[in-house]
């Protein structure tokens, strides 16, 4: 399986601003504020230097999950300052993570592991995502808060 097969399966599109390729799989009834009860997407992410996911913050937890491919590492910076590394992928004994939940208010940004070639992999919210939610990041400002992850803010970052 190659990542052009995935596309055309899933027909993915383009993720606006965040980067990476996405098709919505499921939505949820709609609420009376107009959002979805759940939602989730699959995406794609490759080794292609512009291809990660930008950093960026939701205001509900976010699940993502690891179907195939390489691991995916994810860059999060918590509220209270502090920041971690998760790694998505099928490695458990290893301290991958098959199923990994972003709190909500966390920045995150994701890319393949060095070495990899593509990710596949999905995201789920309970409510469901809506355009709105999303919030991009200012890798400046980041990296001014989180001052040892500089580096990786900034390659992280999109304008």
Not at 5 to 32: C, K, Q, S, V
Not at 72 to 84: H, N
Not at 118 to 140: K, L, N, V
Request: a negative charge; charged letters at 20%; hydrophobic letters at 40%.
């Amino acid at each position: 399986m190659t990542p052009e097969d995935l596309i055309a399966h899933y027909a993915l599109e383009p993720i606006p601003r965040e980067g990476g390729l996405f098709r919505r799989t499921w939505a949820g009834p709609e609420r009376a504020d107009g959002r979805p009860e759940g939602s989730a997407i699959v995406a794609l992410l490759t080794a292609e230097p512009d291809d990660y996911s930008a950093l960026h913050r939701l205001p509900t937890d976010e699940i993502w999950h690891f179907y195939l491919g390489d691991p995916l590492e994810m860059l999060l910076l918590a509220p209270d300052g502090t920041s971690r590394t998760a790694v998505l992928g099928p490695d458990v004994l290893g301290g991958q993570h098959p199923q990994f939940t972003v709190p909500a208010g966390t920045w995150m940004g994701a890319q393949v592991i060095a070495g990899g070639a593509w990710s596949f992999f999905g995201c789920t919210m309970a409510p469901g995502f809506t355009y709105g939610d999303y919030e991009h990041g200012d890798a400046a400002e980041l990296a001014a808060r989180h001052p040892a992850e500089a580096a990786r803010i900034t390659g992280l970052g999109r304008p």
